[in-house]
Structure formats: structure tokens, C-alpha cells
């Protein structure tokens, strides 16, 4: 069996360069790139756990820190979506003009704050992005006037004792015009810790992408 295709990636961006850490699976199916949340980074050990899964089933990762290491200092810099859009959508970029990338189906896994990115990124790019998934996300950073322009497939992943962000997704999910599913995960807080939960999350991840990212016609990893 082929192993998987890591590599260490550094991409420019308007103040700099910021880095990221692609793997993928021989013959893989999609790519899915990861905007973390506030504080987060690609060493995030909750989106890393995701990655793995979704590499197991057939899909490339791409995790990158969307602030430079002097930006991720500044907590406005942090919250600033505007940015985190703009730096997701110069990663989309950079990611097309890859050759290993350059062809496979695209989506976004947005944790918190980077879900809100996610949102504003696929809404800009219409068509190309073909899946986003959201854990524990303030879709609500985003503004109603672009949560209805997202059309792809949406999964929004909430922990049912998270109140407060549920009841903000629930209001975003009313905005979305396009397929957009809220799955609450039983007994999780915010970050998904209870045992299982995380474990969850990957899982419904991973169901959603292999749904939606492979071309039609083509069976998604794992099916018979």
C-alpha cells in the first residue's frame, strides 16, 4: 500500500509568507483546507484528529495558519474575519495552482471564528468550493447578506450543551439558501472534549465530504 503524501508548505501572502502542512492519500478524491479558530493553529490537535479521519477516507488536508506568527499576537487580528477571508481565499488560490492540487474538488473545514471565513470564502467563490463543514463555528461573523450567498453543501456541527453557539447557528442556518444540515452532537461543550465527541465530529466530517466532494458518477472512498 502507497503511503500518504506529506509536505511542509509556505505560501505568500500580502505581509509575508504563512505556513501549512499538506497530506495526502494515494488517488485521493478531494482536498479539504482547514481555517482554524482564534488562538488555534494548524497544530491544533482537535482538527488534526479530523485530518487523520478524513485522510482515511480517501481526502487531502491542508491545514495552515491563516496569520503570520506576529499577526496571531494581536487578538483584534484574531477576530478579524475580513482577513481570515482574505488569507483563505489567497491559500484557495495558491492551492489551485498546485499540480497535485489543481484538479480535485475543494471544501472548507472551519472551526470557530475560521468557520465565519469559510462562510464569507465560499460565498465568494461560488461553485469551486463544493462542501463546508463547521465545528463549534460563529457563523454568525459572517453577514446574513453572504451566509445567503453559499450554495454548497453546508454542515453545521454544534455540541448540545454549547447553548449560546447553537442558538447562533441555528439563526445563520435560517440565512443559508442552499443544503445546510445543523447536527447537534449529544452531551459535547464547545470544544468537543467529552469522551466520543470528537470522535463524532470527524466521522459526520468525513460522511459529508465523501457525499460531496467527489465528482458525480464517482463513488465516494468506501463505497461498495
Do not use: K
Not at 479521519?53 to 506568527?69: F, I, K, M, S, Y
Amino acid at each position: 500500500m502507497q503511503s500518504a503524501t506529506q509536505q511542509l508548505v509556505r505560501i505568500p501572502v500580502d505581509s509575508g509568507f504563512i505556513e501549512g502542512a499538506w497530506e495526502s492519500p494515494p488517488d485521493s478524491q478531494g482536498l479539504v483546507l482547514f481555517a482554524h479558530g482564534s488562538g488555534s493553529s494548524r497544530h491544533s490537535p482537535r482538527n488534526n484528529h479530523v485530518a487523520r479521519v478524513l485522510r482515511e477516507r480517501g481526502l487531502a488536508t491542508l491545514l495552515v495558519d491563516l496569520l503570520t506568527p506576529e499577526e496571531d499576537r494581536a487578538e483584534a487580528t484574531r477576530f478579524d474575519i475580513a482577513l481570515l477571508t482574505q488569507r483563505l481565499l489567497d491559500v484557495t488560490d495558491w492551492a489551485r495552482r498546485q499540480p497535485a492540487m489543481a484538479l480535485v474538488p475543494m471544501g472548507y473545514f472551519g472551526a470557530s471564528t475560521g468557520a465565519a471565513a469559510a462562510l464569507r470564502a465560499a460565498a465568494a467563490l461560488g461553485g469551486s468550493i463544493r462542501a463546508v463543514v463547521s465545528r463549534g463555528g460563529r457563523p454568525d461573523l459572517a453577514s446574513a447578506r453572504d451566509l445567503a450567498r453559499v450554495r454548497c453543501p453546508t454542515l453545521l456541527l454544534v455540541g448540545a450543551c454549547d447553548e449560546e453557539v447553537l442558538a447562533l447557528n441555528r439563526r445563520a442556518a435560517a440565512h443559508m439558501p442552499g443544503t445546510t444540515v445543523l447536527t447537534v452532537v449529544p452531551h459535547a461543550t464547545h470544544l468537543f472534549e467529552e469522551p466520543g465527541a470528537l470522535e463524532t465530529v470527524a466521522q459526520l466530517a468525513a460522511d459529508w465530504f465523501a457525499q460531496h466532494l467527489p465528482a458525480p458518477g464517482v463513488p465516494a472512498s468506501g463505497a461498495q
